[in-house]
């Protein structure tokens, strides 16, 4: 039985995206259903926009959704751990060196002195002449006397790799048979750079090759460039892995998924409060079907049903309602007391804000969950959803006060006798249980409906129209509260209502 060893290679020339992490979680899953080894390998050589702080984003959010890797950098506290060590690409150059060397010397590659130039000018005639762009081929037949007399002028040659002729065929895991005519290549490529700086599709292969990379999984934005590494796999003398080309992530458009149309940053998502156990769900979901009905699965569960031929070719569109359904359905599946530790940092952040004045204690919390769990599809939201119980001085529209169907001396009376009814019955007991009946009585008696009577005093306690249950939040208030914000809501209205 092969042991398959997988790989995730983000470059860090952007925060980590949605994509990237659906790509390493199917190659985590595979890895871990299959019991191989899956590696981490950060593809640095684009220095011009590489930087250390997307590099961070990247190998932190990686860690923050549990997909821990084997080999590679920060496995296990160590700085980076594997026999294929470094896992960096930047760290790697003498290897890149050393390959290209042997493709020169077996004449599988060559140099390239063409000048900006004359590529531009090779450009702009293909382009009259309405043909796709691609190398011409100027040096690809130098002799030893040329190419010295073209270097004279101390002009290193770019490496150009000779993709010759024939169709390229491999049988993707997801997309089948796939075939390409290595004539649309755009003629012989260049896998290092005058100044000696490899490219992508050369360290690609080098290091699959030398870390013995059994099966390519990643997006298929990058199936029109596996021909060309399977030509580099080849050049190289080693074999090719196996390909899976995962399905884009389409925006609801149904175009590729983009910054401009979706929210593309795993950190966004973090930052809004969505948990990791519901995002590896989702993400899962991008492409891969459960089998059932069951779409609430752990990552347990999902390493234990994934299979990679299972895996869709069609686009799969993000779905944010989903996305969100899944988020509330994992929130209410916490442990209560992890729960309480993932929301602190949100209600803090209120603090930060300004938009609350103090931080309740835990117990708080905790007795709050049977209340808001149902209501809440991100952790970010609690502070829109019950912020009004850590405000000291509740600022409330006197015109809000007033429910549509009442003016402001209806809705004065009725919070003024509802306050009366709460004070009564409060200190005998002050439960949900007991204080409906006597408000709705009161309506009764008024021939109010209930639900101007009830919405009055929501906004009166709570400053808004949407909340938890009204006597769960009574509750939560407490009575002494209660009637504090009933009778500064009761004055607000003497002062009479604009509307
Ligand atoms: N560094 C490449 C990327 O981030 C990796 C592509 C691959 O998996 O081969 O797109
Ligand atoms: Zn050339």
């Not at 009778?487 to 003497?494: G, N, P, V, Y």
Request: glycine share 8%.
């Amino acid at each position: 039985m092969t042991h398959h060893r997988v790989r995730i290679a983000p470059s860090p020339t952007g925060p980590l995206h949605i994509g990237t992490a659906r790509t390493a979680l199917f190659n985590y899953l595979y890895a871990r259903h299959t019991g191989g080894t899956y590696v981490l390998r950060l593809e640095d050589t684009d220095q011009a926009r590489s930087s250390i702080e997307f590099e961070r984003d990247i190998l932190d959010g990686l860690h923050w959704l549990g997909l821990g890797w084997d080999e590679g950098p920060e496995v296990a506290g160590e700085a980076a751990r594997g026999p294929f060590a470094p896992y960096r690409q930047m760290l790697r150059l003498p290897l890149y060196a050393e390959a290209a060397e042997r493709l020169l010397a077996a004449d599988a590659a060559y140099p390239c002195y063409c000048t900006p130039e004359e590529l531009s000018a090779d450009r702009a005639a293909q382009e009259a002449a309405r043909l796709p762009p691609r190398y011409v081929g100027r040096c690809a037949g130098l002799t030893t006397e040329e190419r010295a007399a073209r270097s004279a002028d101390g002009r290193a040659g770019a490496l150009r790799f000779r993709v010759g002729k024939g169709v390229v065929a491999f049988d993707d895991v997801v997309r089948g048979r796939v075939e390409f005519d290595v004539a649309n290549l755009g003629g012989d490529f260049v896998i290092v750079r005058g100044d000696g700086s490899p490219l992508y599709h050369f360290t690609v292969v080098v290091d699959d090759a030398a870390m013995e990379i059994t099966d390519v999984i990643r997006g298929e934005d990058h199936l029109s460039n596996t021909p060309k590494h399977i030509l580099l796999f080849r050049a190289l003398g080693h074999p090719e892995p196996r390909f899976a080309h995962l399905p884009l992530i389409l925006n609801p458009d149904r175009t590729k998924m983009s910054k401009r149309k979706s929210q593309t940053a795993v950190s966004d998502y973090i930052e809004e409060g969505f948990v990791r156990e519901a995002l590896v769900n989702y993400l899962a979901l991008l492409g891969w079907a459960t089998g059932t009905e069951e779409e609430v699965l752990s990552i347990d569960e999902i390493v234990e049903r994934f299979e990679l031929d299972q895996v869709h070719k069609g686009g799969a569109v993000f779905d944010r309602g989903r996305l969100e359904w899944l988020n509330g359905q994992w929130i209410r599946r916490l442990d209560p007391d992890d729960l309480v530790d993932r929301l602190r940092p949100f209600v803090a952040a209120e603090l930060a804000a300004g938009r609350i004045d103090w931080m309740p204690p835990d117990d708080e919390l905790r007795s709050l969950l049977p209340v808001i769990g149902e209501r809440l599809p991100t952790l970010g939201a609690i502070g829109d959803l019950v912020g009004f119980l850590w405000v000291r001085d509740l600022v409330i529209e006197p015109a809000l006060l007033v429910p549509k169907r009442w003016d402001a001396v209806t809705t004065k009376q009725g919070l003024a006798s509802a306050r009366l009814v709460i004070a009564e019955t409060g200190p005998v007991s002050f439960e949900a249980e007991e204080l409906e009946p006597p408000l709705r009585a009161l309506a009764e008696e008024h021939a109010w409906k209930v639900g101007d009577l009830f919405m009055a005093i929501r906004v009166a306690v709570t400053g808004r129209t949407a909340t938890p249950p009204l006597f769960d939040t009574l509750v939560a208030l407490g009575l002494e509260r209660t009637l504090e914000r009933l009778d500064r809501a009761i004055a607000a209205l003497e002062g009479g209502v604009e509307r």
